[in-house]
């Protein structure tokens, strides 16, 4: 018997793992798959390791949004690297522009191109500060209409979110600005691949008594009471705890929920037809030696200001972010540059009943394709890439929906609406008295949102406000 | 769509999704404990009325609603 059991070892789960067995709670994550870590997963090909979905984290500076949670995960000692003071940079339509870490010396940055949007720029960072739950109903786009009077600046503004899905009509203020605001405050890379974060989180558990089990598909939850009974693996073994936290996409928790009479068909309903965002493109490029040095800035590149329409129709590829991995042999050679694009799931459907490996050529080809694309938009800001490329590995929404479980391989979970902010918002508390949600999917995506998320989670279960 | 066919098309969606005997809804029943709604599921019942008739509820106006007969009364002044 556990005090509480973890589904699916994401990021999610494995921060709720190391934050509940820190506080003495026996903890047991199960994994389905092979490997623990969910997109915070790396994998390794030659003497390269590559990551799928941790390129820079934002706030880690002391004071910032992300230190006290890092600090308090025991992640604050991973070898994080400060990026430049120019952290990311925006090409559109062929004109250069910096993002510059601090709020007022991002305003101040921009101001320099845009003279005459300075007042604005210093309300926009302002108001990124003062995010509150009531921004999950201002809907994103409307509001930098509002702020921003120069179209070109508001595609500039936004050019970095590509790490969320851009809906003009649905996209809440709150999502954007948690998805900006902490990078603005300072941004970091890590040396070292994800693997590195996962290990630290799956040792901390352990250290503390706790367990952490891959090869583990949790099948069947049963009910006794209105509180979740046991966990059925795939294979046969039942596991039992006072708490259950599910790690894994909504949609798919309910599936394990069927037979639970607590569960009504409303909730799973609701669940089930959740809209879920739109996927990513990536491909994975070694450079060969010597050929490129390293930079420590993201560059997003666009051919022309579209940023907020290019997610519907991206074909050929309009936009793509360029972020480079630190040399782990302290060189300034760069040997690996992931190029990433935004890939909605109806460009997937002619393979959506394929596995990995077994796709077919046309599949191979609409890669190499996609690919090229991406790496002819790169060529902007790093001429010449096409010749510098030695391997390349690519992944679309279809393998993240096969090794992560993620319906349709949505990147950023279960879609938020500033229209319908009550029913896409979720609680992390669920129908069952004992089962806690958390993940990319309740409240917000990305590492920050996931983290704060766990912490959420988790403080429903220790029912104090040290968490 | 008239009053009364909002009644009878909610009520049996509501029995239907809530899993409770369609019989023990009634104009003036209180709408919470007949639906046995709690800070979740009251979720839920906003996301039907949206789903099945393109009415929001607002957070502002939630409190007001407490009977079946005040949720019909929103719906028909509401829907589009």
Not at chain 1, 173 to 189: D, G, P
Not at chain 2, 19 to 40: K, V
């Amino acid at each position: 018997m556990h005090d509480v059991l973890i589904i699916g070892s994401g990021l999610g789960g494995l921060e709720c793992g190391a934050l509940l067995a820190k506080r003495g709670f026996r903890v047991l994550v199960l994994e389905g798959s092979n490997q623990p870590g969910g997109c915070m997963q790396s994998f390794r090909r030659g003497r390269l390791h590559y990551d799928t979905g941790l390129h820079y984290v934002g706030g880690l500076a002391p004071g910032q949004v992300m230190h006290q949670a890092f600090a308090q995960l025991g992640l604050l000692d991973l070898p994080w690297q400060r990026m430049d003071e120019d952290f990311d940079h925006v090409i559109i339509g062929g004109r250069h522009f910096a993002f510059r870490q601090g709020y007022e010396a991002f305003a101040e940055g921009l101001a320099k191109d845009f003279p005459h949007q300075r007042e604005a720029l210093h309300s926009y960072v302002q108001r990124l500060q003062n995010i509150t739950a009531d921004d999950m109903d201002i809907c994103a786009y409307d509001y930098l209409r509002q702020t921003f009077s120069d179209e070109l600046l508001l595609n500039v503004v936004s050019a970095a979110a590509m790490k969320t899905e851009l809906r003009r009509e649905s996209l809440p203020l709150f999502n954007f600005a948690h998805t900006c605001s902490s990078y603005i405050e300072s941004s970091w890379r890590l040396k070292g691949n994800g693997n590195m974060l996962v290990n630290k989180l799956i040792s901390i558990i352990r250290e503390a008594g706790g367990e952490v089990r891959t090869n583990s598909k949790v099948t069947r939850l049963t009910e006794a009471d209105g509180r979740i009974e046991s966990a059925v693996c795939a294979d046969g073994q039942t596991y039992k705890a006072e708490f259950y936290i599910s790690d894994i996409h909504p949609a798919v928790l309910c599936e394990l929920l069927e037979g639970c009479p607590t569960v009504r068909r409303v909730f799973r309903r609701r669940m089930e037809a959740a809209e879920n965002t739109c996927g990513m493109f990536t491909a994975q490029l070694s450079i060969k030696p010597g050929a490129l040095r390293y930079f420590a800035h993201n560059v997003f590149v666009y051919d022309k200001p579209n940023v907020w329409t290019m997610t519907e129709e991206n074909t050929p590829v309009k936009g793509v972010m360029i972020s480079a991995r630190v040399p782990e042999d302290s060189s300034d050679d760069l040997r690996q540059i992931d190029l990433l694009t935004p890939m909605p799931w109806h460009e997937c459907k002619a393979w959506a009943e394929t596995r990995v490996g077994r796709r077919g050529e046309d599949y191979n080809a609409f890669c190499r394709q996609k690919t090229e694309q991406c790496i002819a938009l790169a060529e902007q800001y790093i001429p010449g890439l096409h010749d510098m490329v030695e391997q390349c590995y690519t992944s679309t929404p279809l393998t993240y929906r096969d090794y992560l479980g993620n319906p349709e391989g949505g990147a950023f979970g279960m879609r938020k609406d500033c229209r319908k902010s009550m029913l896409t918002f979720h609680s992390v508390g669920s129908p069952l008295q004992n089962l806690f949600l958390t993940g990319q999917s309740i409240i917000l995506p990305g590492i920050e949102g996931v983290t704060m998320t766990a912490f959420e989670t988790c403080s429903k279960i220790t029912r104090d406000n040290a968490i | 769509m008239t009053r009364e066919e909002i009644i009878a098309e909610i009520n049996a969606e509501l029995a239907e999704e809530f899993e409770i005997d369609e019989a023990t809804i009634t104009p003036d029943a209180p709408i919470y404990q007949t639906l046995e709604l709690d800070s979740l599921s009251l979720v839920d019942l906003i996301g039907i009325v949206q789903t099945k008739y393109g009415v929001l509820i607002s957070k502002a106006e939630l409190p007001t609603i407490k009977t079946f007969a005040q949720l019909y009364d929103y719906i028909e002044q509401h829907q589009k």
